[in-house]
């Protein structure tokens, strides 16, 4: 098991279970998922380069994908896209 430095976000799902990620030892990150009594239930290895992208998994993995449909997330990407690009 990889050694962790710190936790960096955590996000409570149901039940009191929690999703966070944690900076490893070499400037990677993972996602791990605990019970409500903050028993470890999973860490994952995949040395993510940032924590936004290990928490994004990590809920993906806990709660399942959007329910706002393929579609309607293209749309919104779209949206940021336009609102994003430089002048």
Request: charged share 25%; no cysteine; glycine share 10%.
């Amino acid at each position: 098991m990889q050694e962790w430095l710190t936790k960096n976000h955590s996000i409570t799902a149901a039940d009191g279970f929690l999703v966070e990620t944690i900076e490893v030892v070499g400037g990677a990150y993972e996602w791990q998922f605990l019970s409500p009594s903050r028993t470890l239930i999973y860490r994952s290895q995949h040395g993510y380069g940032n924590p936004i992208a290990a928490i994004r998994d990590g809920l993906f993995v806990v709660l399942g994908e959007p329910s706002l449909g393929a579609d309607r997330i293209e749309k919104i990407r779209n949206e940021i896209r336009t609102k994003t690009r430089p002048a």
